[in-house]
């Protein structure tokens, strides 16, 4: 007979490596690669979006004052008003970003109540006013344009400079008139609420 070889049972050797699983953590993967947390990326995102908040609300207040100032004068709704609204929403829009970015750079060197209040009222003032002009000077020499000398030409530049004399006082004597006195009120508002805040931007 044929003797059955013995069967041997083949039992883990205390040599042979365990493997181990470590927890990963919240925000770890398991390559060892961390990602951004929420709270990280809003972190990111909130100056931003609290400057973009701020200039839509200010230039709907700068618009909406405009507007009815224009109401208040009579005047009916026509394709120049519109004209005068965007033109405010635009300019006031794009001052109100410049005022922020302003008082933000400001506000890295001092950070008091009082230089917060002074250059958001500097930033925002300058800025809405300054970019409003500056809008108007555009649409005032565009229809101008047709009129003026060789590009290059000495008599061209003269008529540019004429042209943004005579836009920058229009400008003064119809377009701040609009603004005046309540604007100065929605300022002085804007620039408290920027100082008693405690954001850096």
């Known amino acids: 007979m044929i003797a059955a070889a013995p069967v041997q049972t083949h039992e883990p050797s205390s040599t042979t490596s365990e493997v181990t699983s470590k927890p990963v953590t919240h925000g770890q993967s398991k390559r060892g690669y961390v990602a951004p947390s929420k709270t990280i990326r809003s972190a990111r995102t909130a100056p931003a979006g609290s400057v973009l908040g701020f200039a839509l609300t200010w230039s709907l207040m700068i618009t909406g004052l405009a507007g009815l100032q224009l109401f208040l004068k009579g005047e009916a709704l026509s394709g120049r008003t519109l004209a005068v609204a965007l033109m405010f929403l635009a300019g006031s829009f794009l001052g109100a970003i410049f005022a922020r970015c302003f008082a933000g750079l400001i506000c890295r060197w001092r950070k008091t109540p009082s230089a917060r209040f002074a250059s958001l009222f500097i930033g925002l003032s300058v800025g809405t006013a300054g970019l ?70």
Request: proline share 1%.
């Open 132 to 201: 409003t002009a500056f809008i108007h000077y555009l649409h005032f020499s565009a229809y101008y344009a047709q009129w003026h000398g060789e590009f290059g030409s000495l008599h061209r530049l003269v008529e540019i400079v004429m042209t943004g004399a005579s836009s920058a006082y229009i400008f003064t004597v119809q377009g701040m008139q609009l603004l005046l006195p309540w604007g100065l009120a929605l300022l002085f508002a804007a620039a408290w609420d920027y100082a008693r805040s405690s954001r850096g931007t």
